[in-house]
């Protein structure tokens, strides 16, 4: 969730989104988290806080951030937050790795009862050891 993406698109308008994905942006964000994120007191402003949504960052500060390691287990619009992060670092040089993992849901790689969790843990293992 690193992206205003679901404050500020219109999802009927955007590509790729399925059914469950377009009724969970009509939902909207959870204004006691962000409210509880940020001293922002307006969706409006937080739409632009870039710490609250770092993908809003720009290229400047993008390509001053380490090297970039993502990974996502999202099923829904959420999951567009990790492929535009992984577009903004692609494009400012600091973007090593990205995995994209299906059959999930928000978090699903802490639910150890999951065949993905261990798959997910495993990766990280691997990622750790190699970029590291």
């Known amino acids: 969730m690193v992206s205003n993406y679901a404050l500020g698109k219109n999802p009927?308008?955007?590509?790729?989104?399925?059914?469950?994905?377009?009724?969970?942006?009509?939902?909207?964000?959870s204004m006691m988290l962000l409210n509880w994120l940020s001293d922002k007191k307006t969706i409006a402003e937080m739409m632009k806080d870039k710490y609250l949504f770092p993908n809003i960052m720009g290229?400047?500060?993008?390509?001053?951030?380490?090297?970039?390691?993502?990974?996502?287990?999202?099923?829904?619009?959420?999951r567009n937050h990790a492929r535009e992060a992984r577009d903004l670092y692609k494009?400012?040089?600091?973007f090593l790795h990205y995995i994209e993992?299906?059959?999930?849901?928000?978090?699903?790689?802490?639910?150890f009862e999951m065949a993905q969790s261990d798959v997910w843990f495993e990766d990280f293992a691997k990622l750790t050891e190699y970029y590291l």
Do not use: M, Q
């Open 12 to 29: 009927e308008k955007t590509p790729g989104l399925n059914r469950d994905e377009l009724s969970a942006v009509k939902r909207g964000p």
């Open 59 to 78: 290229d400047a500060l993008a390509a001053r951030v380490p090297p970039v390691v993502l990974t996502t287990t999202e099923f829904d619009f959420v």
């Open 91 to 94: 494009r400012n040089g600091t």
């Open 101 to 111: 993992y299906g059959g999930g849901y928000h978090v699903s790689h802490n639910n």
